[in-house]
């Protein structure tokens, strides 16, 4: 289904992935602390310099550092681009949730994530950032934590210093998040309820009347939660489901309203010892693949694997890495599937249904990584996490894998690569 167009190394773990809604631009959340915004090339149908067609589908295109910057101490764990892509947000281990322009990477605003923990706790830092309408952030702590934010209306700044609301869905922390679709009576057309995964349960909360159900304890810790709407509706299923990634390789789905327990499961991954996590997943797109509702689940041993919903089968395979979880997983503007996980980042495009020449395959080809005497110069700025953190994250996180550790090479200069 893909084919690799480039690999963009980092030089510290990856922690989080954001892509731009509307323009060919992903941001990256690095173990390090550093944030980084890189320009995709644009995707077009005219043929390039070479007479070989776009630059972007041949590997002739440039990724560029628009900025980048270190933006947490510690690491930052999580970054999230706003509805209009006009801002980003990023949260880290230093406790601090920062809003910065995505155009310059300049920083507009900035708030102390709440201490909800136990007396003496320092800090509670955060798993995720999620931005669920124009005018609200949602932010999860390890804690278990969901605070809602207030956005001013088109500044993507805070309207105070305190969360509006603070729920607690789950008894561990939140590890993912899937806004469900706005009601028929909805006036804004933004979504107000959401389903959350976190520990061994699943849970659905309303932006104003909290946590309305929990799941029972499904005995796997459930890792990442995806809805899916427009499939076949036969007897009482109306077609929407939400899909939810376990532990184990076992992709469970639920059908909407109906929240005590799953309705369907489908191994993903058969692994000996039961299976690989999964991690994070995407629908993808229309225009993109075999047709039908396709969704590429990232997969803790590095794979990313294609399931068709319906034949509930795997219909394809790539690998992202050999050692290193798949943690991000999405498509740009362009229809690009966008892959990350240890310290490397993929752009995948459309496999051509044609038999390729020795020509057009050595024009796929991994980018250079930058100066080195750059990257040596910018080492003095990074701090290693505590061991306590590491411990920590090492303990809770199964699919981590180590994607925690921080510390790792430094930021490398990587800009106008070809």
């Known amino acids: 289904m893909f084919d690799t167009v480039c690999s963009f190394p980092l030089t510290s773990d990856l922690f989080s992935q954001a892509i731009h809604p509307t323009e060919p631009l992903i941001a990256v959340g690095l173990s390090s602390g550093h944030v980084h915004a890189l320009r995709l090339p644009a995707l077009d149908d005219e043929t390039g310099d070479n007479g070989q067609g776009s630059p972007a589908k041949n590997g002739f295109g440039q990724i560029e550092t628009a900025w980048r910057t270190r933006r947490h101490k510690g690491s930052c764990r999580t970054v999230t681009f706003s509805h209009d892509g006009r801002a980003l947000y990023s949260a880290g281990t230093d406790g601090l949730v920062k809003a910065a322009a995505t155009e310059t990477g300049q920083v507009q605003d900035k708030i102390a994530i709440p201490i909800t923990v136990s007396p003496g706790k320092e800090l509670d830092p955060p798993t995720l950032l999620h931005a669920l309408t124009p005018q609200t952030l949602l932010l999860a702590t390890d804690s278990s934590a969901l605070h809602v934010y207030d956005l001013r209306a088109n500044e993507n700044t805070f309207a105070a210093r305190r969360p509006q609301q603070t729920y607690h869905p789950h008894e561990d922390y939140i590890a993912s998040i899937a806004p469900l679709p706005p009601t028929d009576a909805s006036t804004t057309g933004f979504s107000k309820q959401w389903v959350s995964t976190g520990g061994t349960t699943l849970a659905v909360t309303d932006l104003r009347r909290g946590v309305l159900v929990q799941s029972e304890d499904q005995e796997e810790e459930l890792l990442s939660a995806l809805y899916v709407s427009g499939l076949p509706a036969r007897g009482t299923s109306r077609g929407e489901k939400i899909l939810v990634g376990g532990a184990s390789g076992v992709l469970t789905l639920w059908e909407k309203g109906v929240w005590d327990d799953q309705d369907e499961r489908i191994i993903v991954d058969k692994s000996p010892g039961g299976g690989e996590s999964l991690d994070v997943m995407t629908l993808v797109p229309e225009a993109v693949g075999p047709g039908g509702k396709v969704v590429a689940v990232g997969v803790g041993d590095g794979t990313v694997k294609f399931v068709k919903l319906g034949a509930n089968k795997i219909v394809d395979v790539v690998q992202h890495h050999?050692?290193?979880?798949?943690?991000?997983?999405?498509?740009?503007?362009?229809?690009?599937?966008?892959?990350?996980g240890g310290e490397i980042i993929k752009v995948w495009h459309e496999a051509e249904q044609v038999v390729e020449n020795a020509e057009s395959t050595a024009a796929k080809r991994t980018l250079d990584v930058g100066d080195e005497e750059e990257k040596a110069a910018e080492g003095s700025e990074v701090d290693e996490d505590s061991?306590?953190?590491?411990?920590?994250?090492?303990?809770?996180?199964?699919?981590g894998?180590?994607?925690?550790?921080?510390?790792?090479?430094?930021?490398?200069?990587?800009?106008?690569?070809?």
């Not at 991000?328 to 503007?333: I, M």
């Not at 061991?387 to 699919?399: G, L, V």
């Not at 894998?401 to 070809?418: E, F, H, N, P």
Request: overall charge positive; glycine content about 14%.
């Open 322 to 340: 050999e050692h290193e979880g798949v943690v991000s997983l999405g498509f740009d503007v362009c229809g690009r599937m966008i892959t990350g």
């Open 387 to 399: 061991e306590e953190e590491k411990t920590k994250k090492r303990k809770k996180r199964k699919r």
């Open 401 to 418: 894998k180590g994607k925690d550790r921080s510390g790792g090479k430094q930021v490398a200069a990587i800009s106008s690569l070809t």
